[in-house]
């Protein structure tokens, strides 16, 4: 049974930071990838970064990168996303996900479909 615990959300003033882990349970975490997307009230889901399986490899959103830094503890079969300068853009819902790690994974990671596994989503707001 695939599991996430995420946390690390809440509420934070504009130029302040977050950090959000998501541990991981239930499949075979070596041969997967991590994701985080995120999803604002009436907007589709968007692809926030994600890690290949070992370190060597990340992707960011343009509206992210340099603020953002992603990284994976495979000891603890956990994933961190560190948000810092956060603006009140970022507010949304944020989810990790897990999806084979693959060329095509590489190739549209940013797009939900290439993801198998989601997590139940944890709230971050920005907000004065």
């Known amino acids: 049974q695939v599991q996430f615990v995420e946390s690390g959300g809440g509420l934070v003033q504009p130029g302040g930071s977050l950090r959000l882990s998501c541990a991981a349970s239930?499949?075979?975490?070596?041969?997967?990838?991590i994701g985080w997307f995120r999803q604002a009230p009436g907007k589709e889901r968007e692809g926030v970064s994600c890690?290949?399986?070992?370190?060597?490899?990340?992707k960011f959103a343009p509206s992210v990168r340099g603020r953002f830094t992603i990284s994976r503890d495979n000891a603890n079969k956990t994933v961190y996303l560190q948000m810092n300068s956060l603006k009140f853009e970022d507010t949304a819902v944020y989810y990790c996900a897990a999806g084979l790690y693959t060329s095509d994974l590489l190739a549209t990671w940013y797009s939900v479909r290439p993801w198998d596994y989601w997590g139940q989503g944890i709230q971050v707001t920005v907000s004065s």
């Open positions: 890690i290949g399986r070992g370190n060597g490899v990340t």
């Open positions: 239930g499949f075979t975490w070596d041969r997967y990838a």
